[in-house]
């Protein structure tokens, strides 16, 4: 597996480092731990020039590669040596979408496991922000760790469905890889405004994921709710769900999950896990 690790050296960042690192216990992975530097020009007075080669390895590089080297110590010193586990790091001075996509497809990327802080809401945060971005624009499945999720066995795993299927159901392997090796419980979660019925291509849709997973048992549960995200909220306590794996091409459907308004009620963006997959 090669895995990318997004890090602007913050608290949230560091905290998804130790869980991909944890998450991936067992697996033979290659970590990229990469840091963009974003360059502004330099305003002298009047002008604005953009600085030199050697000032941008003097004031942005070279302070970034000293802050990779103190992070893989600090890794080394947290968490017991894995000899399945090799780090590598990588500073670009770039934008950081153009970054990310670029090392994707260079490194083969399988996964980018980047933080989050949910405290505040995800709205002000995650809208336009590198996380946001990063699972509405980049094509790679990518784990998004909130700010006090720590690692823990993952029981129980929430997807939810509107089993309308506008992708190719080959695209849950990520999340049949996690059940085979976790041995996790799946709930698929269909919530609706009100208590309407599954028409015909929704029912033959529920079937084929019951069919698609059908070695791990999965249960269905359907959910009465005006606001997804409170339904969910009210699915996660109860079941006390580990993590939440959705799919990039349904994201309008899940805009209320992962990016409402209201904060107060909803706390599962402050310490679960969500997966999102894309094609």
Request: hydrophobic share 40%.
């Amino acid at each position: 597996m090669n895995i990318l690790l997004p890090t602007d050296f913050s608290e949230n960042a560091r905290n998804a480092i130790s869980y991909a690192i944890d998450f991936f216990k067992s697996s033979e992975c290659n970590f990229y731990l990469l840091h963009v530097n974003r360059i502004e020009a330099i305003v002298a007075g009047e002008d604005s020039y953009m600085p030199t080669a050697e000032v941008i390895e003097e004031i942005y590089t070279k302070p970034s590669r000293d802050k990779l080297r103190q992070l893989l110590k600090e890794i080394s010193e947290n968490h017991d040596e894995n000899p399945n586990h090799r780090f590598y790091t990588l500073i670009d001075n770039y934008f950081f979408l153009e970054s990310i996509r670029k090392h994707v497809e260079e490194k083969k990327i399988d996964m980018i496991v980047m933080g989050t802080k949910g405290a505040s809401g995800l709205k002000e945060y995650i809208i336009g922000s590198n996380t946001g971005d990063v699972i509405t624009k980049v094509k790679c499945t990518t784990l998004v760790v909130p700010e006090y999720a720590k690692y823990k066995a993952l029981k129980e795993i929430a997807f939810p469905s509107d089993f309308n299927l506008s992708y190719d159901i080959n695209i849950l392997q990520p999340l049949t890889d996690i059940l085979k090796n976790l041995e996790s419980n799946l709930r698929v979660i269909h919530i609706q405004g009100k208590a309407a019925s599954l028409n015909p291509e929704q029912l033959n849709n529920k079937e084929l994921l019951n069919d698609y997973f059908e070695e791990f048992n999965p249960s269905f549960h359907f959910l009465t709710n005006k606001k997804v995200e409170d339904a969910i909220q009210c699915f996660v306590e109860s079941r006390a769900v580990d993590m939440i794996v959705m799919v990039a091409k349904n994201l309008n459907y899940f805009q209320n999950i992962l990016f409402h308004t209201r904060v107060e009620k909803i706390t599962y963006h402050t310490d679960i896990p969500f997966l999102v997959l894309h094609e």
